[in-house]
């Protein structure tokens, strides 16, 4: 089972930097390495999501803009997000915070998608309990293994 994660926009303190990394090894796998690397983020879905699915889950970003501080936000790029489905072709996917959720509701509007989609609170917002945040997190990931089992079960 393929599975998109889709947060809001990548932060780091050199953008620039970033930028020319993806460029020479890939945008995917530099985002995997920055958001398991130490940040909020990274460590609350890695407590909530555990190692086996934050490894499987591509992750990807509403917006391909890099910010240079934690305020940095930027609306999410449809034809960025169209393109990143089309090349993913996740049968799950899983919206991080509400700039995420409203790019991909807005895509879908726009474009044929037949994912299934689970839409969580950014796992650093300010605005859910840390307690709060672990519960839903946990919740997905139950229902992730629950969907891999019926999926390898009902596989034609």
């Known amino acids: 089972m393929k599975v998109l994660g889709i947060l809001q926009n990548l932060w780091v303190k050199d953008p620039e930097r970033v930028k020319a990394m993806m460029e020479r090894h890939g945008r995917i796998p530099i985002l995997q390495k920055l958001l398991f690397y130490g940040g909020l983020t990274g460590k609350r879905l890695m407590a ?7 490894n499987r889950i591509t992750w990807e970003e509403a917006s391909p803009e890099i910010g240079g501080h934690s305020g940095s936000v930027f609306k999410p ?5 169209g393109g990143v489905i089309a090349s993913v072709k996740p049968d799950v996917i899983l919206t991080l915070g509400a700039v995420a959720k409203s790019g991909f509701l807005e895509f879908r509007q726009t474009a044929e998608c037949k994912a299934v989609c689970y839409h969580l609170p950014h796992p650093a917002s300010r605005k859910h309990s840390v307690g709060g945040m ?12 629950e969907e891999n089992k019926r999926r390898l079960f009902t596989a034609p």
């Open 134 to 145: 672990m519960t839903l997190l946990k919740q997905c990931r139950r229902w992730l293994d």
């Open 77 to 81: 790029d449809l034809k960025h997000i």
């Open 48 to 54: 909530g999501l555990g190692d086996e699915w934050c």
